[in-house]
């Protein structure tokens, strides 16, 4: 984990952070936020439960430069397992179910719905309500869903997740040096 300076309560809400989890020392988390078994959350994300609750289920990375956030009242936030989420994504107030990736620089919105094994390409906007089905190719701004996922889209997720996972692994190996 990492030196928890970087860790805040709100209004009585602690983050609860699996003691396996990686959370580098530049990200934020702050308040109602649940961090998984296998976790890794890279430099200067951003998870903050101050309106809500954050879930991130096992084995999800999520990398530089990421917010994930809600809107109070309105939506939760519920990251499942294996699920990649790359680099400068907004993940606000949606649902993004087990062993999906959302590619660098996506922004999806409240109530959102991405379904399990789904590859959202690099750079789409999913705007609030849409409900992505399972195993769904989706790119685009707006998005559209191209196609199902096929096998390279499906070995691509479970490597992303994979080498995340043991990228962090060697992160606390030098921390704890």
Not at 76 to 87: D, L, Q, S
Not at 147 to 157: C, F, L
Request: net charge negative.
């Amino acid at each position: 984990m990492s030196d928890l300076s970087n860790i805040e309560s709100h209004d009585g809400n602690d983050p609860e952070i699996d003691p396996s989890a990686f959370v580098h020392r530049s990200a934020v988390v702050i308040g109602r936020v649940r961090i998984g078994a296998d976790c890794s959350i890279w430099p200067q994300v951003t998870l903050r439960g101050d309106e809500g609750e954050i879930v991130i289920g096992s084995g999800t990375n999520i990398q530089d430069g990421s917010t994930v956030h809600m809107t109070g009242g309105l939506s939760a936030t519920y990251v499942g397992e294996r699920v990649t989420i790359g680099h400068n994504c907004i993940i606000h107030g949606c649902r993004v179910e087990d062993d999906s990736l959302i590619g660098m620089g996506s922004l999806i919105m409240d109530n959102v719905v991405i379904g399990r094994g789904s590859y959202i390409g690099a750079g789409t906007l999913i705007t609030g309500g849409k409900i992505i089905p399972p195993g769904s190719l989706v790119f685009g701004n707006p998005y559209r869903v191209v196609r199902p996922v096929g096998a390279k889209e499906t070995d691509w997720i479970a490597y992303a997740w994979k080498h995340y996972r043991d990228n962090a692994l060697k992160y606390r190996a030098k921390a704890s040096r």
